[in-house]
């Protein structure tokens, strides 16, 4: 029995020898379980096989001599010289799978037969499926990797605690959120801080950053010919921050922003045009129209710098226009800011009011009274002809009465029909008969002259004298002027007191 065994096993081992340097690899790629079709210019015995998966082939390329006479042939118009996979040595068609292939049976010619055995011999490495190879596993072992502690000194700690903390800045995108609040520019006009692409998609112009950088100074500025409609945005001479030396004839046209818009406020942060004649505008003048109608606006020019002023606007549809004129070539600066306001924003003022005052205490003065200039442009101080307006004051809460008095200067003039002065110089004047024409209105009083006094508390008008209004209601103060004589004009110091110090 041994002997048989040992005969059979050296049968085999010579069969295998002799056709040993024939056989061809099988190719992991190669091996699943569906047929696939090899054309013969993909031939190619050189495959390597797949450590990972070994296979050992156990056929020799004699067996093709065993192939079965049943060539099958793909339906194509032309034959391209591809052969379905065979699954077997004796291969029919109930043994074909009819996934994407169609395939019939063929009668084929003698020399037909041999091109095909030829090429089938040609695209049988890997086209065999995997039955007729052995197929040996590796086991499979589990490696587990246990990462090595990486030991460091403080110092490198700290280094490596520097860097995670700039990974962490740069994996996190920060979002700035910062409030819209007010900012001055680079060009020294207030602006709000908004993101530069707020600040470009509301027409306005960068200037300067804030919010520590992250936002941008943005400011409306409008110059000559430009329509706009802002909310907020400042009308400025040509060239500003420096003062204009050409003659000037510049106009922009405001739209109002809603509907909702009442008023426009008016801020002379600079204003410098040339001195009026003896009270009237002649050579520079600032020009407002398309107010209410009856909302008479004065022309303005001379040293304004600090003044406000607010316009009447709910009864038209707009636009308004601001417009300064001048007759020379001689230095001007202004850059007024104009704000539109609806009646419930915070800076709106009663109906009727040309200036409004909302702090507690303040100044108020006579336009032109100032007699400083930044530009050195002439000056000459007066009040200007045909002034009629009111100023207002903001009651605080808690306040009973305002107290008014002379912070500087003071000039009201008025002359009779033979051109003396009413009142002699040096003194106050009180009421109708002293005051006919230009005067002051406090606590329902005419005052005027060169002293503050209503006699109220001092009976001497060659001296100064507080005045205080206790009277309820809302606190207004008049000035009116003729186009007659002109003075020098007033500036009083207001203080509202509180109930507890109210005046008898």
Known sequence: MNNIKLCIFILLLAILCSDSKRWYSASVTERDEHFKVTNFHDFNPNFTQDDARIYIPVLTKNSVNHIDEKWHIPESPQYNGTLTRLHKWNLNQDNIQSGSLKHRNTNITTSEKSTLKTEAVRSYNNNINIINVIRRRPNKK???????????????????????????????????????????????LEGTCLHEYDCQASEGIPMGTCADGYGTCCVNEFKCDDHASALVGWFTNPGFPSPSMERLSCTITLSKASEDIKQIRLDFVNFELLPPSA????????????????????????????????????????????????????????????????????????????????????????????????????????????????????????????????????????????????????????????????????????????????????????????ITDNNGGPIVVWFRSDGGYVGRGFKLHYQQNTCNDRAV
Not at 155 to 166: F, G, I, Q, V, W
Not at 178 to 186: A, D, G, K, P
């Open 279 to 466: 009270g009237t505008c002649e050579e520079d003048q600032f020009i407002v129209s398309g107010q209410n109608i009856n909302n008479v606006i004065p022309i303005l020019c001379g040293i304004n710098t600090g003044q406000h002023a607010y316009l009447e606007v709910g009864d038209v549809d707009g636009p308004l226009y601001f417009s300064v004129q001048t007759v020379s070539a001689e230095n001007r600066l202004f850059s007024i800011k104009i704000t539109q306001l609806t009646s419930f924003d915070e800076l709106a003022a009663p109906n009727g009011c040309f200036q409004f005052f909302v702090e507690s205490h303040g100044y108020m003065e006579s336009f032109n009274y100032r007699d400083k200039s930044d530009i050195g442009i002439p000056r000459y101080q007066t009040y200007l002809n045909n002034m009629n307006y009111a100023m207002c004051i903001k009651r605080a809460p808690g306040t009973c009465s305002v107290t008014y008095s002379k912070s500087d200067n003071m000039q009201i003039v008025n002359y009779d029909t033979d051109g003396l002065p009413v009142i002699p110089p040096g003194q106050a004047g009180v009421e109708i008969f002293n005051c006919p024409n230009d005067w002051l209105l406090i606590s329902a009083i005419r005052l005027c002259g060169d002293r503050l006094n209503d006699g109220s508390v001092l009976q001497d008008f060659s001296l100064d004298a507080s």
């Open 142 to 188: 589990t490696i587990r990797k246990k990462c090595p502690m990486v030991k460091y000194h403080r110092e490198d700690k700290k280094l490596y605690s520097n860097l995670t903390d700039k990974r962490r800045f740069l994996e996190v995108f920060e979002v700035v959120q910062f409030e819209h609040v007010s900012c001055v520019s680079s060009s020294g």
